[in-house]
């Protein structure tokens, strides 16, 4: 089967065209910028691809139409698989009905740390030996790639709630029918598509609705808003845990700190310990996260024990609090965090690792969330953990953050990534952590940076 994919270069529809090739099928995508990473992984898969979208790319037709969910009516492609009345479907749609049947789903939903505990997961279930498939938005640095086909009958998915297509306004989860669902957390994001907090947990209890009797939920402790879509009914076991240090959660995971950094704890379920995790990752949040696929891990028949090791062995994931490595004695961070949220609490487990040196944070707002200013009251209280904040203030960003600017200490916007280069180059020492937070490509500010850092350049090259 011919398969054309309309938007192959984003994370998640990548992800889709690997393992529609990793099938066997003949797999071609357009999208309006090729880049890399994804593009270099896709040509190395066999897969050709097309810059924009062109109508002559679906000629010949192919058998299948996958389209992604940037793709609109108006857009040319688009209108020609109407046209032409070409099958199609969604990436979402197109992993339920050619993927997932007769696979033993384990999905991770929530606002923050999808990405994280999906990687965790498919990592212990690949150190247990079961050769798990999986489809993450991003890139396990353990695995290399982002999506492969595994072994039955484990299916390890980031279960995203953005919505599937033009076509269908369902969030991606409600698709994929899971066994084991972990439910990291749940806010309010996501605002071009979703009015308020109860819209989304109208879809989160979509999600919740298909998990069968006899699968589990694996929930935090404490959750207002997800206990709420909970309260809409709920026929499955949950499994509570709970990564704070307060002893006297009732959550049946928990952990025990054995290094201020959090870099080693031990892990209990039922006040029982299970086992000790010594790793490289850093924060409160990557507790919960690594709680969380334990649970999860146990109820694909890993004993927690053995998870414990596993875990031990995680290198991480690409872009979430990734050091890029050290110029002049300066650290370089690459981190996702595109919500007030994940803001915090990636600056929490940064300041527990690096103690008192000087953390300078450069802020691109890039999501439609962020750039609407939704969260713009939680900002500034987000952005405390830095000793010096920079926000990329582009003449597209339709609004001031400069009321931001003025409730920080050290603050200040930058209207060009050349400015913000030039401004670290000039005032940062050695010994200071950078933290380039985006979730998007920053026009390469991480690269110049580092080489103008490695340059001594106080002009920004």
């Known amino acids: ?42 040509k190395v898969c066999g897969i050709e691809l097309r810059e924009g979208y062109s109508a002559d790319h679906l000629d010949p037709a192919p058998d299948l139409v996958v389209i992604g969910n940037a793709l609109s009516r108006g857009n040319e492609a688009v209108e020609y698989v109407l046209d032409q009345g070409l099958p199609y479907t969604s990436g979402p749609a197109f992993l339920a009905e050619h993927i997932l049947p007769g696979r033993w789903v384990l999905a991770v939903a929530g606002t923050h740390g999808k990405t994280t505990t999906s990687s965790m997961l498919a990592w212990i279930l690949e150190d247990a030996g079961l050769n798990p ?7 396990p640095t353990n695995f ?8 039955h009958p484990f299916f390890v998915v980031e279960a995203d709630e953005y919505d599937c297509a033009f076509f269908d306004k369902r969030s991606k989860f409600v698709h ?18 979703f009015p308020d907090l109860a819209a989304i947990q109208r879809q989160f209890h979509l999600l919740i609705r298909t998990v069968p009797g006899s699968g589990l939920i694996i929930a935090p402790g404490h959750d207002t808003a997800l206990d709420a879509a909970f309260d809409m009914g709920c026929w499955t076991p949950i499994e509570r845990f709970d990564s704070s240090l307060v002893a006297s959660s009732s959550a049946q995971w928990r952990s025990h700190a054995l290094r201020p950094d959090l870099s080693r704890f031990d892990v ?29 891990a146990r109820h694909a028949g890993v004993p927690a024990a053995i998870a414990c090791e596993g875990l031990s062995g995680f290198k991480g994931v690409k872009r979430r ?21 994940a803001i915090k609490t990636t600056l929490e487990g940064l300041r527990q690792v ?22 713009n009251d939680a900002l500034a209280p987000s952005l405390c953990g830095a000793d010096e904040v920079i926000i990329y203030h582009p003449s597209d960003l339709g609004w001031d953050p400069a009321d931001i600017v003025r409730q920080l200490q050290n603050g200040r916007a930058c209207r060009s990534v050349t400015d913000i280069i030039a401004t670290i180059t000039t005032e940062a020492m050695p ?19 580092m080489e103008a850092l490695d340059n001594g350049l106080e002009n920004g090259g």
């Open 1 to 42: 089967m011919h398969i054309h994919i309309l938007g192959v270069c984003g994370t998640f529809m990548g992800g889709i065209a690997q393992l529609a090739r990793e099938m066997g099928h003949e797999v071609t995508g357009s999208d309006l910028h090729v880049y890399p990473p994804m593009s270099d992984q896709l």
């Open 133 to 139: 498939g999986f489809l993450i938005g991003g890139v």
């Open 144 to 151: 290399g790639v982002s999506a492969r086909l595994g072994d």
């Open 176 to 193: 994929y029918h899971p066994r084991t669902a972990v439910l990291n957390n749940l806010e309010f994001d996501h605002a071009d598509i």
């Open 268 to 296: 209990f379920v039922n006040s029982v310990r299970q086992g000790t995790i010594d790793w490289s990752q850093q924060g409160e949040h990557n507790l919960g996260n690594a709680l969380a696929a334990v649970a999860a």
């Open 321 to 341: 609090m990734e050091c890029l490595g050290r110029v002049n004695d300066i650290a370089v961070y690459d981190d996702f965090a595109h919500h007030p949220t």
């Open 354 to 375: 690096v103690g008192g040196a000087r953390i300078f944070c450069i802020l691109e707002m890039r999501s439609n969330t962020m750039k609407a200013g939704v969260h």
């Open 431 to 449: 010994g200071d952590h950078v933290l380039i937070m985006s979730n998007g490509a920053f026009e390469g500010l991480h690269q110049r940076l």
